[in-house]
């Protein structure tokens, strides 16, 4: 069956979680309406159609979306959420380019995942606004291009992985000066691999396989 759109009836609702089930249909827009909702989770479902740009709830913190059937593009409203710590959309269809208005999300903070898509273009500088965000999820889409060097204070894990990222790796990698796992196999970076790693004082996982890069592996690497 499908969601509702009565649901916007229940006016004191806080938590609506109706993950892994066999729902079908769109996500309807009267969702927006529910004034106090805190956390939407509706994961694992076959739910088509877009995100309803009317989803711009003030309380909401937590929009976990992933393992549907999604498409169309990410809308800007999103940027309205204004108390979102999390936002899990991967594993859907969904494509166009990462809206610049989700780096206004200054409370977001434990993850943004949009892996498994069907982003292109490049990842905006405006994520690097996102001073708090400490997992950040962008892999398995098309992407071309990521702002190593714009912010990402507390970034912890960075996960690039095939994309179509076609940039040098050895400029602005030291500004990740946070980060403990950087995922960036299977891509098109080129250049060499940077002087600058060893300032990264917090990196455990390095994976940068399948790319084109070449020259020798600095000795302050090994």
């Known amino acids: 069956g499908s969601i509702p759109s009565e649901i916007a009836l229940l006016s004191d609702l806080r938590d609506l979680k ?13 969702i927006g309406l529910i004034p106090w909702l805190s956390e939407l989770h509706l994961i694992d479902n076959q739910l088509t159609g877009t995100i309803p740009s009317e989803i711009g709830l003030t309380y909401l913190q937590e ?61 905006p500088m ?10 950040l999820n962008l892999s398995h889409n098309e ?40 995922f960036l196999s299977y891509n098109y970076l080129f250049g060499t691999i940077p002087n600058s790693i060893p300032s990264l004082v917090c990196l455990e996982k390095l994976h940068l396989d399948h790319n084109s890069i070449y020259g020798t592996i600095p000795d302050d690497v090994l």
């Open 126 to 135: 405006e994520l690097g606004s996102m001073t708090n965000i400490k997992h």
């Open 143 to 182: 992407l071309i291009y990521f702002p190593f060097s714009h912010g990402w204070n507390n970034l912890e894990v960075l996960d690039l992985t095939k994309n179509e990222m076609n940039q040098d790796v050895s400029v602005g990698l030291d500004g990740l000066s946070s980060v403990k796992e950087l």
């Open 18 to 30: 109706l993950s892994t089930n066999h729902l079908t249909g769109s996500i309807p827009s009267e």
């Open 63 to 123: 929009l976990r979306l992933f393992s549907n059937q999604l498409t169309g593009t990410i809308p800007s409203e999103i940027g309205q959420l204004s108390n979102l710590q999390e936002l899990h959309l991967s594993s859907n269809h969904l494509s166009g380019t990462i809206p610049t208005e989700l780096g206004i999300l200054e409370y977001l903070e434990a993850a943004l995942d949009l892996s498994s898509n069907n982003l292109a273009g490049t990842v």
